[in-house]
């Protein structure tokens, strides 16, 4: 009886799996393999790709780049969504409207939002317009390091609302009598902030920061549509490198580049279906 | 006053989370004349700074009628939009619901890699996948015909997992008790299943729809032909020379989006927590 329920689900696994398999898997295995050989694709060349590849200088700039990217934006986005949260728990009127209101960016398509960018980081544009008023200087935002920064705004600007929903959804699951209890014992709201909202908060941080890793990889949309496919040197990442070899028809480094990325999000996957495992 | 600091910050943030939306509208609304008076800077036409307003002061549809009108390629686009997209989550709810049910309800060997694998695979950016889908689908012969992003998208593995964590969540208790009453593995799922996980599907959809209607590398990597693009590639073409109706396409554009995002606003909220925390 169960061997046999077992077989009616994967029954019902079956066309998502073979579609899974057909389009991703088996041609995945094959650029694992290519990822072994020449350019042309016959001549067995072990790790050259590889090593080839943690040699190239558009490959070691993007890989900074998105590294300063991540370790910016996402303490950043956390620490901003946080503060929100916390604030927004105790806005019992206002709570749920402006919760949804912070969502909106998500609906917002890229390619609505790239005239606005346009209209606003020009070098004639809205911000630099604001900056004179406020006597600071103003910035060729498009062309030049302000670029990375401007990336940086787009992210926290799109990805505020989801960390604030999943944030929310962790403050919920404290119980409001923790709270009292601390309050009769007399601590103030900073003692309460940090021994048991923190704490409580920890797992989580947790699958809130890798969620946000992983949503950053989408900023090259913003990113593609704004500047193209050589945007100021400082906003160049890890997808433009992918998308001009691509051009190029440079398989095998693309190859390795691919195997190489999914490896280490595989580690990132790992560690957070480890960190769920703990709490079911 | 110190809650008036606090509501003042919140509405600061909210009111960057709107302007855009806001500032598409208003620009949207007014003619060449006066778009091209806010905008003559950025345009190299005028010195100082681009200014801007969130009342026209001659409000008029003049983009909107010239869009509509005036640039059938503007039709091609909305509709290879709608084609790509609705194709994308048909496909999800024709093989994701079974797949998830299947997750969510079943112990079968392999259950455990397989579905690390499915995790795996929702979290790779598209540039991981690249290179790989393109092999594919070159050799299938699909490459510049739009199903080489329907035929991929409908196998997301994210939708699954979506709608395995609302799968899960109904009680064995049900099940089994219908088990008992003699119903088959598809009625439990048809008449059990379907309706109990309703909620997960609806979210799955409202988060797929945003992310269909927003695709850009795939589109821009597997369509070579300008008249299969969709309308996400389509205006960043539009210069700012034509300004009403550059304006008037980003808010038809937005227009659906938003609509979907208001109609399935508790669903999305839902399946944004239920992706990250475990019940």
């Known amino acids: ?280 | 006053m110190k809650q008036k600091i606090i509501l003042f910050f919140l509405g600061i943030l909210a009111a960057a989370a709107c302007y855009p939306i806001i500032f598409l509208i208003a620009g949207s609304l007014m003619g060449y004349q006066e778009l091209g008076a806010y905008l003559a800077p950025v345009l190299g036409e005028a010195k100082g700074f681009a200014g801007w307003t969130l009342f026209p002061m001659y409000p008029t549809l003049r983009g909107y009628v010239e869009l509509l009108l005036d640039s059938p390629s503007f039709f091609i686009m909305f509709w290879n939009s709608a084609a790509i997209t609705g194709g994308i989550l048909v496909g999800q709810l024709l093989t994701g619901v079974t797949a998830a049910w299947g997750f969510a309800r079943y112990q079968f060997p392999g259950k455990r890699v397989l579905f690390t694998i499915y995790i795996a695979l929702m979290m790779m950016p598209f540039q991981v996948t690249m290179l790989s889908s393109y092999l594919i689908l070159n050799k299938l012969e699909l490459l510049n015909t739009h199903w080489a992003l329907i035929l991929p998208g409908a196998f997301s593995t994210f939708s699954v997992f979506l709608m395995y964590r609302f799968f899960t969540s109904i009680p064995e208790a049900v099940i089994e008790s219908a088990r008992l009453d003699g119903a088959g593995e598809w009625q439990i799922f048809w008449h059990i299943g379907l309706p109990l996980g309703s909620g997960g599907i609806v979210s799955a959809m409202v988060l797929g729809f945003l992310e269909c209607w927003n695709l850009i590398e795939q589109p821009l990597t597997f369509l070579k032909d300008r008249s299969l693009w969709p309308l996400s590639l389509y205006l960043p073409e539009i210069s700012l020379q034509d300004a009403a109706m550059a304006f008037a396409a980003s808010v038809i554009t937005l227009a659906p989006a938003l609509f979907v995002f208001l109609a399935g606003q508790d669903y999305l909220e839902q399946g944004i927590v239920a992706a990250a925390v475990k019940e």
Request: glycine share 6%; net charge positive; with cysteine.
């Open chain 1, 1 to 280: 009886m169960h061997a046999k329920r077992g077989r009616t689900g994967l029954l019902f696994l079956m066309p998502s799996l073979l579609g899974v398999f057909l389009f991703v898997l088996i041609p995945f295995s094959d650029v694992i393999r290519r990822s072994f050989l020449d350019a042309m694709g016959n001549q067995f060349t072990g790790l050259n790709n590889y090593r080839e590849l943690l040699g190239n200088p558009a490959f070691r700039l993007a890989v900074r780049n998105t590294l300063r990217f991540t370790l910016i934006c996402i303490p950043a986005l956390l620490l901003l969504s946080l503060m929100t949260s916390v604030f927004l728990h105790r806005q019992k009127r206002w709570g749920q409207l402006l919760k949804s209101v912070y969502l909106v960016p998500m609906a917002i398509p890229v390619a609505s939002v790239v005239l606005l960018w346009r209209v606003l980081f020009h070098q004639q544009g809205i911000v630099n317009g604001m900056f004179q008023w406020m006597h600071l200087p103003a910035k060729d935002w498009m062309n030049s390091d302000a670029a990375f920064w401007v990336l940086v705004f787009s992210y926290l600007w799109k990805n505020l609302g989801y960390d604030i929903i999943l944030w929310t959804a962790g403050l919920g699951t404290i119980p409001d009598s923790l709270y009292e209890a601390a309050k009769v014992d007399g601590a103030g709201e900073w003692m309460c902030f940090f021994k048991i909202t923190l704490p409580n908060l920890l797992p989580a941080f947790f699958t809130i920061s890798v969620l946000s890793l992983l949503n950053s990889f989408k900023v090259f949309r913003e990113a593609y549509l704004v500047a193209g496919d050589y945007p100021n040197e400082s906003m160049y990442l890890l997808q433009h490198v992918f998308n001009n070899w691509f051009r190029e028809l440079s398989l095998d480094k693309m190859a390795a580049g691919a195997v190489m990325t999914a490896l280490v999000i595989m580690a990132l996957v790992l560690l957070l279906e480890r960190a769920w495992d703990k709490k079911g």
